[in-house]
Each structure stands twice: as C-alpha cells, then as structure tokens.
C-alpha cells in the first residue's frame, strides 16, 4: 500500500521501483493521469477505481461505475415498458455533459425520441427554470435526473409542479448510496439501473460484524479487483511482467458488484439491474443478466 497523500505520481514511483506489475487504484482520474506515463514505460498495468472513461487505454484499466451504463439500461428498460418519449435533467458540468451524450445516445438505439433536455445549476430556482423551459416542448412520458439520489429527491416535488405530472422518474447509478431514497413518498415508482447490492449486502454484515461501522459502497471495488488479481495472477510467475491481456477476458469475471468485464478501450462493462423505488423498499423491476452471453 502506498500513500498518494504527498502526490501520486512520487508514490507510483515508489511503487515501480519496489518491484510492483500491478497497481490497483488511484481513486481520481487525476491521479492516474499523474502516473500513466511511468506505469506505461515499466510496462506495469493500473487498475483505476475512477469512473472516467477519458483516462482508459494503454496500460490503464478504468473499474468505477460508468454513468453511460447505468443510463442505457435504464433507457432501454423504459422503452420495454412502452415509454418513448423521453426528457432529461442534468446538472452544469463534466458528469452532466457526459449523460447528456449517453442520453442522446442510448435513447435513439433504443428507438425512442428525445423531446427535451435541460441543464441546471445550483439551487431550486435552477432547476423550476429548466423545467419550465421543457413545457414548451413535446410532452415526455419518463425524465432523467441525472444527479444524486439526495437532488432527486429534491428535484422530483418540482417537476411534479412544473409540467411533468405523471412522467416516470428515472435515475443513475448515483442512486444506490442513497438511503432516504425509499422512504421519499415522491420518489415511487422511479427507476435507476445499478450493480446488484444482493452480495454487497452479505459483504457489509460481515463487515460490520468485524469493525462495528459500514464499509463505504466504493470499498467493493477495491475488494473486486483483488479478487480478480488473484485470479489472473495463479499462473504468473512474480517478477515477469503482469499478464495484461488476461484482463480482457470476454467472458468477464464476478466480483461483489456482479459480473464485469474490460472492453477493448479498458473500461469496465457491467451488467446491471433496474431497481424500483417502493414504499419504503426497493424491488429489482429487471434482474442483471446472469453472462455477457445472455
């Protein structure tokens, strides 16, 4: 383990130097870009817990969840239930730009229609202009918020109000941290696709049987890319260089957060559920497929 407290690129350094072919982490995209070049020339593969897919290629292998597949699975779940009218909410900036292209993108191979997408800043007063900015538009049958589950919350009351009465609410993978979200009587019914919390679940009992405190959601992926170190690494003999190409095996690997594979460009594809917001639960409305061959 080494701290990137005194800067990534000196403890990548350290890391090399020591012997490492592998690094797992950093967290921020940031912070691989700081060391993908020193990685690279030793040859030594990093698997990233960032969810930006801009830093993946070479020797960097983005794990973190990817905006564009949670909301493609739940684009294309929406228009099996018959939805094909679609508006979108997303907030100023990066993550905001990147799901207004998924958006876009996943809602025209799904055959369906864009009829209004807004972007927002700070504040409810935000938010009630871009809404009100959508009723002059077509009216649409499901609106993506793409934000936290926290602002959904708060956003929902508002589009209610503004012209999007009986619109289904549709969601993120930024959603399944958020605990208050069953318990908000405005958001049943919403959809959001996610990994599956059914071995997450199992992980933090155990958890916090041994330390008393829940483990942070994130931890999963740490715990994930161990797993699959060990599993790549049985044949490898310790001082050649990491099997790199072992990492883009086709039929994926299983992990806490379901199956997951790395594509071509190194960021990791998943395969998620849609969860349903109830009355104070939240229900799988479509399961993750069990394979990448389903």
């Known amino acids: ?48 817990y960032s969810n930006d897919v801009g830093i993946a290629g070479n020797n960097v292998f983005v794990m973190g969840y990817v905006p564009a597949q949670s909301i493609d699975r739940v684009v294309r779940h929406a228009r099996s239930q018959g939805i094909t009218r679609f508006a979108a909410l997303v907030p100023a900036g990066t993550y905001g730009q990147r799901a207004s292209s998924a958006m876009l993108a996943s809602v025209k191979a799904a055959g369906g229609t864009v009829v209004s997408m807004q972007s927002y800043g700070a504040g409810n007063a935000a938010i009630t202009a871009a809404l009100k900015k959508m009723q002059g538009d077509t009216a649409y049958e499901a609106i993506l918020i793409a934000d936290s589950g926290a602002a959904a919350i708060r956003i929902v009351p508002l589009i209610r109000a503004n012209g999007g009465t009986d619109a289904r609410i549709l969601g993120t993978e930024l959603w399944n941290t958020e605990r208050a979200l069953p318990s908000s009587a405005a958001m049943r019914g919403a959809w959001f696709a996610s990994v599956s919390d059914g071995l997450y679940r199992q992980y933090a009992a155990k958890y916090r049987a041994q330390f008393g405190t829940d483990p942070f959601r994130l931890s999963t992926l740490g715990y994930d890319s161990v797993l699959l170190t060990t599993r790549i690494a049985r044949d490898w003999k310790p001082g050649t260089p990491f099997p790199m190409d072992r990492l883009r095996d086709e039929g994926g690997f299983i992990g806490l957060d379901g199956a997951f594979r790395f594509n071509r460009a190194g960021v990791a594809e998943r395969l998620l559920e849609v969860q349903q917001v109830g009355a104070g639960t939240l229900t799988v409305a479509s399961p993750a497929p069990k394979s990448f061959a389903d």
Do not use: E, F, W
């Open 1 to 48: 383990s080494y701290d990137t407290a005194l800067g990534a690129q000196a403890a990548a350094q350290r890391a090399i130097a020591d012997g490492n072919r592998l690094i797992l982490g950093p967290l921020l995209g940031d912070d691989v870009v700081a060391i993908a070049a020193a990685a690279n020339a030793a040859r030594v593969p990093i698997i990233s």
